[in-house]
């Protein structure tokens, strides 16, 4: 082979070396930002990952939430119908007051003759009628206001009351003209005395707005205990510990939470009227208790309860 041959192959050679180191070169870039490109998108579908699961989170509280209003409604639409039930019974009671009224005047227009003293007996007979029926119209109306309003006030009440608080230590319940609320002495009290916890003056802030929204009704609060013996500097017996336990709440209501006093009464039951055994711990507990009525003023009852109040 003669030199210049030599010296050219040499040169190609040099050529395609430094060809395939350039190629090299670029390949390493390449697959560098394609790995990069990899680790984003990887870091952006775990990204996506969580915020499926918390969307999933989200609907499935939504579901729980769906079912529960649902639960309320059925149990509504139930009280409902209850009441129209008893409507309906009223109005028969009505339709025969009225028949037999309709009967009497018949049988006073089949008379021809009648004395002066029979006309005017007649005529109070029909008066008084007549207010019977203004009067059973007016029981009507006024069971039937005290039925929503009851109603109203117990929705507005655990809707108020469901945030934070477990079932046991709370229930509202609607029980003819009135609205209970039992409360568990382990979230009011501190154990075994009448001092309220730091739970308790949420949860009676919470009532005490509810009941300064509504000024016609009075607030009976009555404390109860188990059966186990209690003697000591400040408590007698069960029934000292009761009475100072509800007269704290009242205090509560009145000095932090601005509750008008004359609206207020405090009472203890001691160990008696209880709801299960006083031989379970968890019968015990549940007879620990302090219970809340909100309900209409007496004298509103007396009204009612007066046929000389139904107007003419």
């Known amino acids: 082979m003669s030199k210049n041959s030599m ?42 990952g969580v915020s499926l699961n918390e969307y999933m989170q989200k609907l499935s509280t939504c579901e729980q939430e769906k079912d529960r209003l649902r639960s309320e409604i059925r149990n509504m639409e139930n009280t409902v119908n209850l009441r129209q039930e008893q409507i309906q019974d009223l109005k028969v009671q009505i339709d025969d007051c009225k028949a037999q009224r309709d009967k009497q005047l018949t049988q006073v227009g089949d008379l021809t003759v009648l004395s002066q003293s029979a006309n005017e007996n007649i005529k109070e007979t029909l008066t008084q009628l007549e207010r019977k ?25 655990k809707g108020v009351l469901k945030d934070g608080i477990e079932d046991q230590d709370v229930d509202v319940k609607v029980d003819k003209t009135v609205v209970f609320i039992n409360l568990s002495d382990k979230m009011l009290y501190q154990s075994g005395s009448a001092n309220l916890t730091p739970r308790a003056q949420e949860v009676l802030g919470k ?23 209690i003697k000591n500097a400040c408590m007698e017996d069960n029934w000292d510990l009761s009475v ?69």
């Open 207 to 229: 009532i005490a707005r509810i009941i300064e929204s509504r000024p016609e009704l009075e607030v009976m609060v009555e404390g109860y205990t188990d059966n186990v013996p």
């Open 133 to 157: 029926d203004k009067y059973i119209h007016l029981l009507q109306a006024a069971k039937s206001k005290a039925d929503s309003i009851n109603l109203a006030l117990a929705v507005n009440l």
């Open 7 to 48: 010296k050219f192959a040499t040169k190609c050679m040099l050529f395609l070396c430094a060809g395939l180191f350039v190629t090299s070169c670029v390949s390493k870039k390449k697959f560098v930002s394609l790995q990069q490109e990899l680790d984003a998108a990887n870091a952006d579908l775990g990204k996506c």
């Open 244 to 312: 100072k336990r509800s007269t704290s709440v009242v205090r509560a209501l009145q000095r932090n939470y601005k509750v008008d006093p004359n609206r207020l009464i405090a009472a203890g039951r001691g160990e008696y009227n209880t709801l299960a055994p006083n031989d379970t711990e968890a019968g015990r507990a549940t007879n620990r208790r302090t219970r809340i009525i909100i309900m209409p003023k007496l004298n509103q009852f007396y009204d009612l309860l007066n046929p000389n109040n139904v107007p003419n």
